[in-house]
């Protein structure tokens, strides 16, 4: 329960600051998040890290790391496929993004097949 909630900490924290929110409307987001985002973490799902990597893959293809989004993106959509549609969504906005997120995600999706024994 501590790491997806670590995650979506860490996500809120760099998309706010990526978008450049001050010190009080960052704390604004933290405490709406967390009045909507306790049941997740309290549950044990999934939903908060899958939260937090979209938000620090926003963060990051704001401010033009395209592997390291790429990469946020890509580990959202080994969890569940659902998430890649916000990687997609950001690569139309920032089409240097298409190539890494591409690269990323066939790599994530072909790993298993290539580490699995042949029998």
């Known amino acids: 329960r501590l790491a997806p909630a670590a995650v979506l900490l860490a996500g809120l924290w760099r998309f706010g600051r990526a978008t450049g929110l001050d010190a009080r409307r960052l704390g604004w987001l933290f405490g709406v998040a967390a009045v909507l985002s306790v049941p997740t973490v309290n549950n044990g799902q999934v939903n908060g890290l899958l939260g937090g990597l979209a938000l620090l893959g926003t963060a990051d293809a704001m401010a033009g790391r395209w592997w390291r989004a790429a990469g946020w993106f890509a580990g959202g959509a080994w969890v569940k496929v659902y998430p890649l549609a916000v990687g997609m969504l950001a690569a139309v906005a920032r089409p240097r993004l298409i190539v890494p997120l591409a690269v990323v995600t066939v790599a994530g ?7 699995a024994d042949p029998e």
Do not use: T
């Open 109 to 115: 999706f072909a790993l298993p097949f290539a580490v």
